[in-house]
């Protein structure tokens, strides 16, 4: 099993190993490398949704998305897709799933099924990279804060997805959801400090109003965009990322207006988060 780093800062492409069948020790190998550079990539990979389950069980356990379609057959399996006629896609803005749950899920395992003829691509930047690049000054500022995180905006009856033509495919219009987590966590795994905010939930800070938040809340947002910690993945046929949602912000580029894209994902449960 070889490894090559995607970007600086960010992502691994993994080859010389067969998901649907990798051993104990491979699979360890794979974790690892996910907590650390926060996205692997894998190719030519053969993947049934039987094998997406099973890998996904491996892992630890499966949080089934009360927002997105289920998989008609297999309904631990989130249908992400978007049809020629559409102009919104699932995703499209920075952001890391599921903050807004009290136990955050540990990240995703996503599957091409059907690709544009180009377009697509996947973004992602590491939190922790993201966290060493503020200023002292920056850090100090956000040292013990908490942030308070939701969804209800977003998928709501009359939410943002709501107001586009994406609002027909999705579900859980009267969910509520929030959750409190520190602005910086320590990675449950790797230790290493990550900023924990972003653009898509995080609605303020813990004892300020939503306006009060928003100026140190956008500075943070800002920096955590730096040249040297994200990756791009052009999706092919047969391609798999499993990315960690605790180390990463994710974004689908939504650039191949007038084709059909469907994308498989598995949510991988997470664990409590602290600083």
């Given at each position: 099993m070889?490894m090559?780093?995607m970007?600086p800062?960010?992502?691994v492409?993994?080859?010389g190993?067969?998901?649907?069948?990798?051993?104990?020790?491979?699979?360890?190998?794979i974790?690892?490398?996910i907590?650390?550079h926060?996205v692997?990539?894998?190719?030519?990979?053969?993947?049934?949704?039987?094998?997406?389950i099973k890998f996904?069980?491996?892992?630890?356990?499966?949080?089934?998305?009360?927002?997105?379609?289920l998989?008609?057959?297999?309904n631990e399996i989130?249908?992400?897709?978007?049809?020629?006629?559409?102009e919104?896609?699932i995703?499209?803005?920075?952001?890391?799933?599921?903050?807004?749950?009290?136990?955050?899920?540990?990240?995703?395992?996503l599957?091409?099924r059907?690709?544009p003829?180009?377009?697509?691509d996947?973004?992602?930047?590491?939190?922790?990279a993201?966290y060493d690049?503020?200023s002292d000054e920056?850090?100090?500022?956000?040292e013990?804060?908490e942030?308070?995180?939701t969804?209800?905006?977003?998928?709501?009856?009359d939410?943002l997805?709501?107001?586009?033509?994406m609002?027909?495919?999705?579900?859980?219009?009267d969910?509520?959801?929030?959750?409190i987590?520190p602005?910086?966590?320590?990675?449950?795994q790797?230790?290493?400090k990550?900023?924990?905010?972003n653009?898509?939930?995080t609605i303020h800070?813990?004892?300020?109003?939503?306006?009060?938040?928003?100026?140190?809340?956008?500075?943070?947002?800002?920096?955590?965009l730096?040249?040297?910690?994200?990756?791009r993945?052009?999706w092919k046929p047969g391609?798999?990322?499993?990315?960690?949602?605790?180390t990463?912000?994710?974004?689908?580029?939504?650039?191949?207006?007038g084709?059909?894209r469907?994308?498989?994902?598995i949510?991988?449960?997470?664990?409590?988060?602290?600083?």
């Open positions: 070889e090559t780093p970007a800062q960010c992502g492409e993994v080859s190993v067969t998901l649907a069948n990798c051993s104990d020790d491979q699979m360890e190998q974790k690892q490398a907590y650390e926060g692997a990539v894998f190719r030519d990979q053969e993947f049934t949704p039987e094998d997406h996904g069980r491996r892992w630890g356990g499966i949080d089934v998305n009360n927002y997105f379609p998989q008609e057959e297999f989130a249908v992400v897709k978007k049809d020629p006629d559409q919104t896609n995703g499209g803005a920075w952001h890391t799933d599921h903050s807004y749950d009290q136990i955050p899920a540990m990240g995703s395992v599957v091409a059907h690709l003829p180009s377009g697509g996947t973004m992602w930047a590491h939190m922790g993201a690049s503020l920056l850090k100090q500022e956000i013990g804060l942030a308070f995180h969804a209800d905006h977003v998928y709501k009856a939410g997805y709501a107001q586009t033509d609002g027909k495919n999705l579900r859980g219009h969910l509520k959801t929030g959750a987590h602005v910086v966590i320590r990675h449950p790797t230790g290493r990550m900023l924990y905010v653009g898509g939930f800070f813990v004892g300020q109003t939503r306006e009060e938040s928003l100026p140190l809340l956008t500075k943070l947002l800002d920096a955590a730096t040249e040297t910690n994200q990756c993945l052009q391609t798999i990322a499993i990315w960690d949602n605790r990463t912000w994710h974004n689908a580029i939504n650039d191949y207006q084709h059909y469907e994308m498989h994902r949510t991988l449960s997470g664990e409590a988060l602290a600083a």
